[in-house]
């Protein structure tokens, strides 16, 4: 099972960028997915998450409104489209799978699949 997440790359503050994260071995179409970051020394923490069929959504305060997560169960694939870009949001982005039902979605121990993580760096 691999998740590979891409499309990260340096932008200009207000800027912005397509992640995408395409899983192969299995089909996640059953089950949740969401996108974490990481900033240097800092913990990982929640952006966004989608359930399996699309139809729900939750995103961190800080990307509300800014970031849209969506997913193409066709394609085995998760994006996250992120507008109006600010320094604050460079991070290491990662994909993962939702498969612990016994952790709500916004913490990361609920989370099985890990991408390998993509680099985005937001300049003022």
């Known amino acids: 099972v691999q998740l590979q997440a891409s499309g990260g790359g340096s932008v200009q503050a207000g800027g912005s960028l397509r992640l995408s994260c395409a899983a192969s071995?299995?089909?996640?179409?059953?089950?949740?997915m969401g996108w974490f970051r990481q900033a240097p020394g800092k913990e990982r923490e929640f952006v966004a998450a989608?359930?399996?069929?699309?139809?729900?959504?939750q995103y961190a305060g800080s990307v509300e409104g800014r970031f849209t997560i969506s997913r193409d169960n066709a394609k085995n694939t998760l994006y996250l489209q992120m507008n109006s870009l600010k320094p604050e949001d460079t991070a290491v982005y990662y994909c993962?799978?939702?498969?612990?039902?016994?952790?709500?979605?916004?913490?990361?121990?609920?989370?099985?699949?890990w991408g390998q993580g993509t680099l985005v760096t937001v300049s003022s």
């Open positions: 993962g799978v939702d498969t612990r039902s016994s952790y709500s979605r916004s913490d990361p121990r609920g989370y099985t699949y």
């Open positions: 989608i359930n399996w069929s699309g139809g729900i959504t």
């Open positions: 071995g299995r089909t996640f179409s059953s089950y949740g």
